[in-house]
Nanobody
Framework: QVQVYESGGGSVQAGGSLRLSCVVS????????LGWVRQAPGKARDPIAAIYTDDGNTYYTASVKGRFTISQDSAKNTVYLQMDRLKADDTAMYYC?????????????????WGQGTLVIVSS
């Protein structure tokens, strides 16, 4: 069983930065696709970024491309989401998700694990 645990959320003014962390634990050796999905109040889930752990390739949706960076530290079993130039529209609960595998362009749906979320509030 795979578990993920997010941290790093908080309140920030528009234009600021935050870095989210997702620690992966358990039997995750076959988990090859990790990513971030956000959900704002009253809105649908919004997948935003993925990292394919075998080769380190990354993928971003248009809403965050150029502002957010996903990365991994394999030694720490941790995936990060560096969020820069934050906007009020980025306000949401951010979830870490893990799938056994993704093709390029897919963002994990949480088939292996889905976290409890970390809240990001961006004030304008």
């Amino acid at each position: 069983q795979v578990q993920v645990y997010e941290s790093g959320g908080g309140s920030v003014q528009a234009g600021g930065s935050l870095r989210l962390s997702c620690v992966v634990s358990g039997r995750h050796q076959n988990t090859k696709c990790l990513g971030w999905v956000r959900q704002a109040p009253g809105k649908a889930r919004d997948p935003i970024a993925a990292i394919y752990t075998d080769d380190g390739n990354t993928y971003y949706t248009a809403s965050v491309k150029g502002r957010f960076t996903i990365s991994q530290d394999s030694a720490k079993n941790t995936v990060y989401l560096q969020m820069d130039r934050l906007k009020a529209d980025d306000t949401a609960m951010y979830y870490c998700a893990a799938d056994p595998v993704c093709i390029y362009g897919e963002i994990p749906a949480g088939l292996d694990a889905w976290g409890q979320g970390t809240l990001v509030i961006v004030s304008s």
